[in-house]
């Protein structure tokens, strides 16, 4: 009898750490629901450009963004003359994808792909991660340095085509 009742303490002790790790897993899938999916329209902290973010590929696991507005460029014509290519310095930077390929990584949080910095005109290896349901950083990294921004949820701007 004793090492059946030992047997039994073993097997309620399991269940409940497998019903705990499911409780936790629910919260957590809860929280992912709560703060939505990257996709969408997003303004950028200086409300100097607004970017949609959109799946790269029907999988939905990697994401891309294109820029639809600048604050700068109310016409659409402002060109992306800062590329270190010269080749690109004639393409216009409104529609211009500035973050392509960007695989998801785990809840919330995408890596890998490219950003674009029209400012600089360089690209960098891009990070992701959505902080809330209205909340976005987007950041680029060089070897170990990395600069980011967080872009708020907005609506589709009325200039975008």
């Given at each position: 009898?004793?090492?059946?009742?030992?047997?039994?303490?073993?097997?309620?002790?399991?269940?409940?750490?497998?019903?705990?790790?499911?409780?936790?897993?629910?919260?957590?899938?809860?929280?992912?629901?709560?703060?939505?999916?990257?996709?969408?329209?997003?303004?950028?902290?200086?409300?100097?450009?607004?970017?949609?973010?959109?799946?790269c590929n029907q999988d939905r696991q990697s994401l891309c963004a294109k820029l639809l507005w600048i604050k700068d460029d109310p016409d659409?014509?402002?060109?992306?003359?800062?590329?270190?290519?010269?080749?690109?310095?004639?393409?216009?930077?409104?529609?211009?994808?500035?973050?392509?390929?960007?695989?998801?990584?785990?809840?919330?949080?995408?890596?890998?792909?490219?950003?674009?910095?029209?400012?600089?005109?360089?690209?960098?290896?891009?990070?992701?991660?959505?902080?809330?349901?209205?909340?976005?950083?987007?950041?680029?990294?060089?070897?170990?340095?990395?600069?980011?921004?967080?872009?708020?949820?907005?609506?589709?701007?009325?200039?975008?085509?």
């Open positions: 009898m004793f090492q059946t009742s030992k047997y039994y303490s073993k097997k309620v002790y399991l269940l409940a750490l497998i019903l705990l790790q499911f409780a936790v897993a629910m919260l957590a899938n809860a929280e992912l629901r709560k703060q939505g999916d990257p996709w969408g329209y997003w303004e950028a902290a200086d409300k100097g450009a607004i970017a949609e973010i959109y799946p659409g014509t402002l060109l992306d003359s800062n590329n270190t290519d010269a080749q690109l310095q004639q393409r216009k930077l409104t529609g211009l994808v500035f973050v392509d390929g960007v695989a998801f990584k785990k809840a919330g949080k995408w890596s890998g792909g490219s950003i674009y910095d029209p400012k600089s005109g360089k690209s960098y290896k891009a990070k992701v991660e959505l902080k809330s349901a209205d909340k976005i950083k987007l950041g680029g990294c060089i070897a170990f340095l990395c600069d980011s921004e967080t872009w708020s949820r907005t609506s589709k701007p009325k200039q975008s085509k």
